[in-house]
T-cell receptor, first 119, second 114 residues
Framework: AQTVTQSQPEMSVQEAETVTLSCTYD???????LFWYKQPPSRQMILVIR??????QNATENRFSVNFQKAAKSFSLKISDSQLGDAAMYFC????????????????FGTGTLLAVQP | KAGVTQTPRYLIKTRGQQVTLSCSPI?????VSWYQQTPGQGLQFLFE???????NKGNFPGRFSGRQFSNSRSEMNVSTLELGDSALYLC?????????????FGQGTRLTVV
């Protein structure tokens, strides 16, 4: 079974600085997807960034980028130029790829990292 | 384009009662998944429906059930409520399983069992 681990329950960053959130996962599959979701106090989960395992290039979305190390099964999120609005719970999530496990959109989540942004 | 709508937003129920939660996916999305979020267990997958069929189920007791209608709207039901069922229940909708599919979440239903 696949597992996702986030070892940092809480992190803090100064506004305009850079912070990196860690995520490791375990799987025997070679085709899968990894996601970072943000959950602000409103509780709505918002997709931040997505990475497809077969793509070697790290995904980037504006101030958000990932460091995807497939062999090490590591998927960290880097937030550059942190803003007050980035304060939220961040979840790393795994989804099986098209070649495994039949048709499913099931997500396996880590336990989350609560990010505080200091003004 | 309207997002995923979950109703009600908040519920308070008594132990032993049953409850039904509703989820309306984004128009055109046929896949609906449900998750339970608690401080102790985090986010756990409940079940997934696609075209009115349950195609995946998490490790929850039979008291948790769901269904999907022909318009893709989904409901989940919890019978004989226990205090431990207090949680935020999140619904997510997706297009058919495809390489670029992503899950869009609703704002959740906060269930409190007293």
């Amino acid at each position: 079974a696949q597992t996702v681990t986030q070892s940092q329950p809480e992190m803090s960053v100064q506004e305009a600085e850079t912070v990196t959130l860690s995520c490791t996962y375990d799987t025997s599959e070679s085709d899968y997807y990894l996601f970072w979701y943000k959950q602000p106090p409103s509780r709505q989960m918002i997709l931040v960034i997505r990475q497809e395992a077969y793509k070697q290039q790290n995904a980037t979305e504006n101030r958000f980028s990932v460091n995807f190390q497939k062999a090490a099964k590591s998927f960290s999120l880097k937030i550059s130029d942190s803003q007050l609005g980035d304060a939220a719970m961040y979840f790393c999530a795994y989804r099986t790829g098209l070649n495994y496990g039949g048709a499913t959109n099931k997500l396996i989540f880590g336990t989350g990292t609560l990010l505080a942004v200091q003004p | 384009k309207a997002g995923v709508t979950q109703t009600p937003r908040y519920l308070i129920k008594t132990r032993g009662q049953q409850v039904t939660l509703s989820c309306s996916p984004i128009s055109g999305h046929r896949s609906v998944s449900w998750y339970q979020q608690t401080p102790g267990q985090g986010l756990q997958f409940l079940f997934e429906y696609f075209s009115e069929t349950q195609r995946n189920k998490g490790n929850f007791p039979g008291r948790f059930s769901g269904r999907q209608f022909s318009n893709s709207r989904s409901e989940m039901n919890v019978s004989t409520l226990e205090l431990g069922d207090s949680a935020l229940y999140l619904c997510a909708s997706s297009l058919e399983r495809a390489r670029n599919t992503e899950a869009f979440f609703g704002q959740g239903t906060r269930l409190t069992v007293v």
